[in-house]
């Protein structure tokens, strides 16, 4: 197995951990400049942020130097529940009800294959 070349984190996303696992499932293991033209095309709205995640770690493993950046591979890719917003909702009779505003934090290593 190939040690890992680049690293980039993108923390405090506000995207619940449940939706951003499937896209960083889907990128897994695949080829960079294939996972970044998958996830330009993929309509959910978590590809975004894991976008930009891949694309920061290539650039971390450019600024690094001696990296051929058309071999690299997303070898590891994974998403940690981040803290959480506590709100509370006016509901009827003077209640309230809570409110909970999930965040999610994305971790991506390259290497080479």
């Known amino acids: 197995m190939a040690k890992s070349v680049s690293k980039a ?3 405090f996303i ?5 939706k951003v ?12 400049q294939d996972a970044i033209d998958l996830l330009q095309f993929c309509e959910r709205r978590a590809a ?5 995640a891949i694309k920061s770690a290539v650039a971390n493993a450019d600024v690094k130097g001696g990296v051929d950046v058309d071999n690299l591979v997303v070898m590891t890719a994974r998403v940690d529940q981040g803290p959480m917003m506590k709100r509370h909702r006016p509901r009827s009779r003077g209640m309230a009800h809570p409110v ?7 971790m991506i290593e390259l290497g080479e294959k």
Request: no cysteine; net charge positive; glycine share 4%.
């Open 9 to 11: 984190k993108s923390t």
């Open 14 to 18: 506000r995207i619940t951990q449940q």
């Open 21 to 32: 696992q499937p896209v960083v499932n889907l990128v897994r293991g695949k080829r960079v």
């Open 48 to 52: 975004l942020p894991v976008l930009k």
């Open 100 to 106: 909970q505003k999930k965040m999610s934090h994305i």
